[in-house]
């Protein structure tokens, strides 16, 4: 069965204190490995995607990496606006949606 | 302009009740889909639909039923609700379900059966 564990599954960190959320994947053939961010009371929101181990996207402190077994979202200086939860998932065929992990809920303290 | 939109926000009815939830997007996408999040925020699909035709149904009781009456609405209607359908209920679509881009998710419904 295809499966997506994130860990940790919180993660308190000071306001400028570098760190990295991971992702791995046990899936039968990877074609794309998604990361989006929730906040309370909202829908998730896309990031990234990556499809091939190597492969680097960022956005502002954000930086998502892959390898053939894992995701990790490095989260750089964050700051309080970083708090939310972060999803990531991975997409195991052409028309199958998406397998979602439970998620690393981040607080980001000033 | 809201992208994927779901009502209600709040649903809260008793067990054996019939209800719908409604999600429309003005995003043009062919692919929409109902995902379940549980209270340990656990994202699970339900249902995809693709121009209007299922695609995919995950193992859910069938209670759940959708109804897309066109690519732009897909709508879930529960039947005899009970206690452990309580969750929040979100709606979400693609434009290629194979292609680079993410989900547009709505902002959720959250069903609470007493």
């Known amino acids: 069965e295809d499966q997506v564990t994130q860990s940790p599954e919180a993660l308190r960190l000071q306001e400028g204190e570098s760190s990295s959320l991971n992702c791995s994947y046990t899936v039968s053939g990877l074609r794309g490995l998604f990361w989006y961010r929730q906040d309370p009371g909202k829908g998730p929101e896309f990031l990234f995607t990556l499809y091939s181990a190597g492969e680097e996207k960022e956005k502002e402190r954000l930086k998502a990496t892959l390898t053939k077994k894992e995701s990790f979202l490095h989260i750089t200086a964050p700051k309080p606006e970083d708090s939310a939860t972060y999803l990531c998932?991975?997409?195991?065929?052409?028309?199958?949606?998406?397998?979602f992990g439970k998620g690393t809920r981040l607080s980001v303290i000033a | 302009d809201t992208a994927v939109s779901q009502t209600p926000k709040y649903l809260v009815t008793q067990m054996g009740n019939d209800k719908s939830i409604k999600c429309e997007q003005n995003l043009g996408h062919d692919t929409m889909y109902w995902y379940k999040q549980d209270s340990k925020k656990f994202l699970k699909i339900m249902f995809s639909y693709n121009n209007k035709e299922l695609i995919i149904n995950e193992t859910v009781p069938n209670r759940f039923s959708p109804k897309s009456p066109d690519k732009a609405h897909l709508n879930l209607h529960i039947n005899s609700l009970e206690l452990g359908d309580s969750a929040v209920y979100f709606c979400?679509?693609?434009?290629?379900?194979?292609?680079?881009?993410?989900?547009?998710f709505g902002s959720g419904t959250r069903l609470t059966v007493v």
């Open positions: 979400a679509s693609s434009q290629d379900p194979a292609g680079p881009g993410g989900y547009t």
């Open positions: 998932a991975a997409r195991v065929g052409g028309n199958t949606p998406l397998v």
